[in-house]
């Protein structure tokens, strides 16, 4: 199955708008959908999005899906692995790079600075 995605040329984005928490995340924790869409009832599609943690946020659980995903650290810190009162864990910083294939066990993510990360998500054929 092809890409749900659109042509998009170079564009400026709106940083100011368009943020939402996704379902199951803490308030702090926004989305902003740059392009396609990912439905996981029917296990297909693809999405580009922005993630972006609140100084001090994070979760408490670890996270596993069934779809491919690759994230790009590009500003900030998070760190991978506190415990479900936010302590512990191995903290990184920009220009830091995870791919991770269906199943795999991640998180839970804190951040102490807030940062801005960079994902796409897609279930192979």
Request: hydrophobic share 30%; glycine share 12%.
């Amino acid at each position: 199955m092809p890409p749900n995605k659109p042509h998009l040329e170079f564009h400026r984005l709106d940083m100011n708008s368009g943020w939402e928490t996704p379902p199951g995340y803490p308030k702090g924790i926004e989305q902003k959908i740059l392009a396609g869409a990912l439905d996981e009832t029917a296990k297909q599609g693809s999405r580009t999005r922005l993630l972006r943690f609140a100084p001090g946020v994070f979760t408490t659980a670890p996270f596993v899906h069934d779809y491919w995903e690759e994230v790009y650290l590009v500003a900030g810190d998070l760190t991978v692995g506190n415990d479900a009162q936010g302590e512990g864990g191995e903290n990184f910083t920009a220009g830091t790079y995870a791919c991770r294939p269906p199943g795999a066990v991640h998180g839970p993510f804190k951040s102490e600075r807030g940062c801005l990360l960079y994902e796409i998500h897609y279930y192979a054929d």
